[in-house]
Each structure stands twice: as C-alpha cells, then as structure tokens.
C-alpha cells in the first residue's frame, strides 16, 4: 500500500497516458485517477483501500491528474470520493469546485466566465466545458492547473484532456489557453488557490 508523498520510484510519474478505455458500445470509459496511471494501490485518509483497475492502468482524466500533482507529489490529502470536509481533494471535478482545500479566488457570475486578473500559477481552473449552457445548473466537468503567460502572451493551463490524449499542454482537445474565444476561455467556471 502506497500513501501520500511516497517516493515514485520505479512508478510512472509522468509520460504518455490514455484517457480511458472502450466499453461494450464503444463509449469511452473515463474516470482513471492518479494510482491508476501508476498502476499502484493507495490508501487514503479515511483507510479506503483502492488498487489500480487493470482496465485503466497507463490512463488518468482530469481529476486523478489534478490529484496526483497536488496529492502524490505535494501530498495535499486526497478523498476516496466525495469529500465535503475541505480538507482533502474529492476525486470528481464537480465536487473540487466546492470542496477542495484553498481559497476561491473569482468564480462565474451565471453569464460571464471569471475575469480571473489575480491568477497565480498552480491556480486550479474549473471549467463547464461539456455541460450544456440552457440546462438549469451549471455542472463542473473539467479541472486544469494554471501555468502562467506564454511567450506570446497568451494564459495558458495543463490538464489531461477529454481525448484520448493524456495530459499534454499541446491543443489537443481544444486550445490550453484562457484567451480568445475557444471553449476553455468561454467556458472557465471558477479559479481555486489550494
């Protein structure tokens, strides 16, 4: 069993990763976390044992790599789920927006995305961007870590993309960038500072 800032030695901390496998009907399965990617058992705060599905090992989406920077490597400590204490990272993007340990720093007013002006690099970015707009509540669905101004000014974040492409800073998926007019600028929902 593995715990929080245990040294990586030996386990995949970095490099190619999928996003999930196909079930059945051909749908993506997503929800690989951090341990999966590694292919290693972690336990967490409250004694929840979680070995690494065999079907997922090499994968990781959004969350799980959120986790494995700020949880494995920063050891900020991780929830097996659900996690309204804020003291621990839940493993869904929906339940970070409110629940993750830190500070909002600007979050959208229902119309407009964050203007966002006091980002800070590591600043967790939540994004709406695969919910629909007309539906009555906004869901969070993607989370990225801000990594500052590009070379040509341009604010960009990493995060493991809804492709089948692991976590990359390339344009995969959509343009890493919070300006201009693609879908993470238009659908940034809130910043976090842990």
Same mark, same amino acid.
């Given at each position: 069993m593995t715990t929080?800032? !245990?040294p990586a030695t030996g386990k995949q901390v970095m490099g190619k990763a999928g996003y999930g496998y196909l079930d059945p009907q051909g749908y993506r399965y997503e929800g690989a976390d951090f341990h999966e990617y590694m292919n290693l058992g972690w336990t967490f705060p409250d004694d929840t044992y979680t070995g690494p599905s065999s079907k997922q090992v090499g994968n990781? #989406?959004?969350?799980?790599y959120t986790r494995m920077v700020y949880g *494995?490597?920063? @050891?900020v400590p991780l929830a097996a789920g659900e996690d309204t204490s804020k003291t621990r990272i839940p493993r869904k993007s929906r339940h970070m927006v409110d629940y993750t340990p830190g500070t909002r720093? #600007? =979050?959208t007013d229902g119309t407009n995305p964050p203007t966002a002006q =006091? +980002? =800070?690099p590591g600043d967790l970015l939540l994004f709406n961007a695969d919910s629909g707009d007309d539906t009555a509540t906004v869901t969070v669905d993607h989370v990225g870590i801000y990594l500052g101004? #590009? !070379?040509t000014g341009k604010r960009r974040f990493l995060s493991s993309r809804k492709t089948g492409n692991g976590p990359t800073m390339s344009d995969l998926g959509g343009a890493s960038l919070l #300006? @201009? &007019? @693609? &879908? *993470?600028a238009k659908k +940034?929902? !809130?910043v976090h500072r842990i």
């Open positions: 929080a800032a !245990t990781l #989406d959004c969350s799980g *494995y490597h920063m @050891g720093i #600007d =979050q =006091q +980002l =800070q101004v #590009d !070379t #300006d @201009g &007019t @693609g &879908t *993470y +940034l929902h !809130t």
